[in-house]
């Protein structure tokens, strides 16, 4: 087991990318907290951990707002004694509306939880890391950090200001022997991919983001667990300040047509 006696904070870890991270790096012999907003997908993650012999605890937090992310983690240190691995995952999707048609609050919405989610949660876990020594900060991004669409412009630019902060904050902590380093998956089969669509149009969308993805498929949760585990693990004990490109080829295309 690669993660045994480490405790680790994963945000959104109710659904989609979280809960399959948590439920891995349980596996992997780590005591995990499992934060969100919504209670039963949390809750139901913790008791699929139990119910396979691992120790899990959830606490309700919406990351964007700094009291609930100081009593977060504090909750985890005094449950658990310590914190070693963050793993900064809870997002939102975009807009969808063009930049003139976005208003100030569908804008900050996604600039709250997205970019300074993982700002307040890296502030208030950086002393317990610091101080378990080895720590680390996992944080996602996405390809569309990388490249973008039109209609994309709040999501894209939280995901870009994600690669920024993961270079920033690596610098400012490495020689506190904090790794910080960043997951950009491509299509993921979770919750948020087909938010809005009815089944209907999941149907004819599914077969088109597949083909988009140079290996004809949409990625699975499991597959960017495993990504982070590698990061969250010594296997990747040299690695700081670097983004992790878990996407299927999609970013080795210069465009979506095959
Ligand atoms: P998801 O919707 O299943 O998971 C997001 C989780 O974050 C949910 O559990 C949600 O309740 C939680 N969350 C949302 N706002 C929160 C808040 N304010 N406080 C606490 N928790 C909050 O979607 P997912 O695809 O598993 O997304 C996980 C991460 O992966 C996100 O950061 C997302 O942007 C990123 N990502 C996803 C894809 C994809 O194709 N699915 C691709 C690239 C990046």
Request: net charge negative; hydrophobic share 45%; proline share 3%.
């Amino acid at each position: 087991m690669k993660l045994c006696d480490k405790v680790a904070l994963v945000t959104g870890g109710g659904t989609g990318i979280g809960r399959a991270i948590a439920v891995l790096f349980a596996q992997e012999g780590a005591q995990v907290v499992v934060a969100g907003r919504t209670e039963a997908t949390g809750i139901a993650t913790v008791n699929d951990i139990r119910r396979a012999g691992g120790t899990a605890l959830f606490v309700r937090a919406d990351v964007s707002h700094a009291a609930d992310v100081e009593r977060l983690v504090e909750t985890t240190v005094n449950q658990f004694g310590r914190l070693d691995i963050l793993v900064n995952n809870a997002g939102i999707g975009g807009t969808g509306t063009l930049l003139a048609e976005t208003t100030e609050e569908e804008w900050d919405a996604v600039l709250d939880v997205n970019l300074k989610g993982h700002f307040l949660c890296c502030k208030y876990a950086i002393p317990h890391l610091r101080a378990a020594g080895n720590g680390v900060i996992i944080n996602t991004s996405s390809v569309l950090g990388c490249l973008t669409l039109p209609g994309t412009s709040a999501y894209s630019a939280s995901k870009a200001g994600i690669l920024a902060l993961t270079k920033v904050l690596a610098l400012e902590v490495a020689r506190d022997g904090i790794r910080v380093n960043c997951l950009v998956p491509g299509s993921v089969d979770t919750p948020m991919m087909w938010e809005g669509l009815t089944d209907e149009e999941r149907r004819a969308v599914e077969p088109l983001v597949a083909d988009a993805e140079p290996v004809g498929r949409i990625g699975r949760p499991e597959e960017i667990a495993r990504a982070a585990l590698f990061l969250a693990c010594e296997d990747s004990s040299f690695m700081t300040g670097a983004p992790l490109i878990v996407d299927g080829g999609l970013l080795a295309k210069i465009a979506t047509v095959r």
